[in-house]
């Protein structure tokens, strides 16, 4: 199986993505803010969204669509501001509606898992810090004159996926075990709700301020 990469090669990409899924990022809040104001179901929802953007990034990465982005300052400049302005956004909702919500009942519209996996797939997909990480760690496993790279990039793009999403789901689960205590302090849960969009504004400040070299 030609796709499959050292044993010494995974055992340190494992390690690496483990200490990378648990880094506090735009997905992580955004998991954290729903398990909090929908419970774990939503949030749970969210992370299977972000996974969906993992693989895209890692189509673009195997494929070489990432490097085309990065090299086009039009085309980064339209991927940035669209990530930029999505944040900003969540962070506008966090403020209007975070602690408004029930742990327990939910409004539809307002929980949907379709829009749940959206709102994960989209902070994931348009965020140009994620492209530029995947163009620059996952090539770190593999050879450039592997004539299976490509298969090897997309192999690691799905270990990434599954290695990261129990360490997601832990999250998940944490903040819907502290949900209920934070209902009964709702001062507490205010503050979180500004705490998570203040987070999402330096997200995107950081986002707009990110160079494509």
């Not at 494992?14 to 104001?37: E, F, K, N, Q, Y």
């Not at 997309?154 to 996926?161: A, D, H, S, V, Y």
């Not at 999403?165 to 934070?182: S, T, Y």
Request: include cysteine; charge should be positive; proline fraction near 5%.
């Amino acid at each position: 199986m030609d796709f499959l990469p050292s044993f010494p090669t995974l055992l340190a990409f494992a390690a690496a993505t483990l200490l990378l899924a648990a880094t506090p990022g735009p997905d992580m809040t955004l998991s954290i803010s729903r398990a909090l104001a929908q419970g774990k179901k939503a949030a749970l929802f969210v992370v299977l969204g972000t996974s969906l953007g993992i693989v895209v990034h890692t189509m673009l990465v195997a494929f070489g669509v990432s490097a085309l982005i990065t090299a086009s300052p039009t085309a980064f400049l339209i991927l940035k501001t669209g990530g930029a302005a999505y944040l900003l956004w969540l962070a506008v909702q966090a403020i209007r509606y975070g602690s408004k919500f029930s742990v327990n009942k939910v409004e539809a519209s307002k929980g949907t898992p379709l829009a749940n996996i959206s709102s994960g797939f989209w902070v994931n997909l348009l965020n140009p810090k994620v492209i530029i990480f995947f163009m620059t760690f996952l090539p770190q496993f593999v050879s450039a004159g592997d004539p299976a790279v490509t298969q090897k990039l997309l192999f690691l793009g799905f270990c990434f996926i599954v290695i990261g999403m129990p360490v997601n789901a832990a999250v998940v689960f944490a903040a819907d075990w502290l949900a209920g205590w934070l209902q009964g302090n709702k001062k507490i849960l205010r503050g979180m709700d500004l705490t998570f969009a203040g987070v999402f504004s330096v997200f995107a400040a950081k986002i707009l301020l990110t160079q494509a070299r």
